[in-house]
């Protein structure tokens, strides 16, 4: 009888051990869930925008090449681009939703003429497009519009500023 009340006693045990850890990893399965969806999503913007992604060592080594290049913060200029931005990098705000058809509303007032004034003539030229972070696709809506209007060389720094600032990288600021 003590040995069946051992095991029956040890296999509760098991049985609770087993159910706790399962608990505690399934925080796991859902932040995996969420980072698919994440991925999915980005994957399915470049895919759309026809343009190709940049990750933040490959943006530092870039600027620290000293190479040609245009940096676009799509941030909103007070409460973002203004406080802190990727050293170098130009100002055009863009709106988070799709923007299929250019809308001054959605741009802070700035005209596709504007973009494309600073864009400048050479649409070989290279284009690096970021925003706050992964999951926001106001870079998404820069990239795109610079590849419709013809430019050919353009990327989108999914990472964006928290990404720059993540890896410990200095940061500009308009004083």
């Given at each position: 009888?003590?040995?069946?009340?051992?095991?029956?006693?040890?296999?509760?045990?098991?049985?609770?051990?087993?159910?706790?850890?399962?608990?505690?990893?399934?925080?796991?399965?859902?932040?995996?869930?969420?980072?698919?969806?994440?991925?999915?999503?980005?994957?399915?913007?470049?895919?759309?925008?026809?343009?190709?992604?940049?990750?933040?060592?490959?943006?530092?080594?870039?600027?620290?090449?000293?190479?040609?290049?245009?940096?676009?913060?799509?941030?909103?200029?007070?409460?973002?681009?203004?406080?802190?931005?990727?050293?170098?990098?130009?100002?055009?705000?863009?709106?988070?939703?799709d923007m299929d058809e250019?809308?001054?509303?959605?741009?802070?007032?700035?005209?596709?003429?504007?973009?494309?004034?600073?864009?400048?003539?050479?649409?070989?030229?290279?284009?690096?497009?970021?925003?706050?972070?992964?999951?926001?696709?106001?870079?998404?809506?820069?990239?795109?519009?610079?590849?419709?209007?013809?430019?050919?060389?353009?990327?989108?720094?999914?990472?964006?500023?928290?990404?720059?600032?993540?890896?410990?990288?200095?940061?500009?600021?308009?004083?």
């Open positions: 009888m003590k040995f069946v009340r051992n095991v029956f006693s040890l296999a509760a045990v098991c049985a609770l051990m087993f159910s706790l850890v399962g608990c505690l990893g399934s925080d796991k399965f859902e932040q995996e869930v969420s980072k698919e969806t994440g991925a999915i999503k980005l994957v399915r913007e470049i895919q759309r925008g026809d343009y190709d992604v940049i990750s933040t060592a490959e943006l530092k080594a870039l600027l620290d090449s000293k190479a040609e290049v245009l940096v676009i913060d799509t941030m909103p200029y007070e409460a973002s681009y203004k406080k802190e931005h990727v050293p170098g990098a130009k100002q055009f705000l863009f709106p988070i939703p250019w809308d001054v509303t959605k741009t802070d007032g700035k005209t596709q003429e504007q973009f494309v004034e600073m864009l400048g003539p050479d649409k070989d030229k290279e284009i690096v497009v970021y925003c706050g972070f992964v999951k926001c696709s106001r870079s998404h809506n820069g990239a795109a519009w610079a590849k419709k209007l013809g430019y050919t060389n353009v990327k989108r720094y999914p990472g964006g500023i928290f990404a720059w600032k993540g890896a410990k990288y200095p940061v500009g600021s308009v004083k």
